[in-house]
T-cell receptor, first 111, second 114 residues
Framework: GQQVMQIPQYQHVQEGEDFTTYCNSS?????IQWYKQRPGGHPVFLIQ?????EVKKQKRLTFQFGEAKKNSSLHITATQTTDVGTYFC???????????FGTGTRLKVLA | DGGITQSPKYLFRKEGQNVTLSCEQN?????MYWYRQDPGQGLRLIYY???????QKGDIAEGYSVSREKKESFPLTVTSAQKNPTAFYLC?????????????FGEGSRLTVL
């Protein structure tokens, strides 16, 4: 079945350093989404990417969707303590309502 | 205030008992989902529903059952057949059309089997 893997599983950075998490799907995706889950909380939607090679920015966050629509990345520039949490990607294949979540990357920012 | 309400927030259950988790949304969303999250792990799909009176199994449906009799409601029953039910359960909904596919999550229900 469809699988979505994320690396790294954990990342500790000093405040001000950059951070990147990578997401890889075993199948071609129709779209991919990114979510953030704060400790003890529930996932909150960040962004959706639909087009091959698409790049979107939200302030310090940059999201990319691969040309083959099987991989994606999230890059945070100059991390802040408010960026702490687990970042998940979630992919959907065409013709289905089913979203498969990646394994997540837990980010810890050291002040 | 529009949103998704899950209840109860915490639930303790003895082995061999069935338990039903409630999920209600007033967002007028067509699609609803149940995910399970284990400590330090990702979200795994249990069941999802595209419309009323229709639902499909996700990747880990064994030991669970759902119903979708109303658009607003998608309760999940954890049966005694579920081997390891202790987990954090998340319900979500989505418009699922017009390129609006983002999932809105409830605050979750934490089930502990004693």
């Amino acid at each position: 079945g469809q699988q979505v893997m994320q690396i790294p599983q954990y990342q500790h950075v000093q405040e001000g350093e950059d951070f990147t998490t990578y997401c890889n799907s075993s199948t071609t995706l129709s779209n991919i989404q990114w979510y953030k889950q704060r400790p003890g909380g529930h996932p909150v939607f960040l962004i959706q990417l639909v087009k091959s090679g698409e790049v979107k920015k939200q302030k310090r966050l940059t999201f990319q969707f691969g040309e083959a629509k099987k991989n994606s990345s999230l890059h945070i520039t100059a991390t802040q303590t408010t960026d702490v949490g687990t970042y998940f990607c979630a992919g959907r294949t065409s013709g289905t309502y089913k979203y498969i979540f990646g394994t997540g990357t837990r980010l810890k920012v050291l002040a | 205030d529009g949103g998704i309400t899950q209840s109860p927030k915490y639930l303790f259950r003895k082995e061999g008992q069935n338990v039903t988790l409630s999920c209600e949304q007033n967002l007028n969303h067509d699609a609803m989902y149940w995910y399970r999250q284990d400590p330090g792990q990702g979200l795994r799909l249990i069941y999802y529903s595209q419309i009323v009176n229709d639902f499909q199994k996700g990747d880990i449906a064994e030991g669970y059952s759902v119903s979708r009799e109303k658009k607003e409601s998608f309760p999940l029953t954890v049966t005694s057949a579920q081997k390891n039910p202790t987990a954090f359960y998340l319900c979500a909904s989505s418009i699922a059309q017009y390129e609006r596919w983002e999932l809105f999550f409830g605050e979750g229900s934490r089930l502990t089997v004693l």
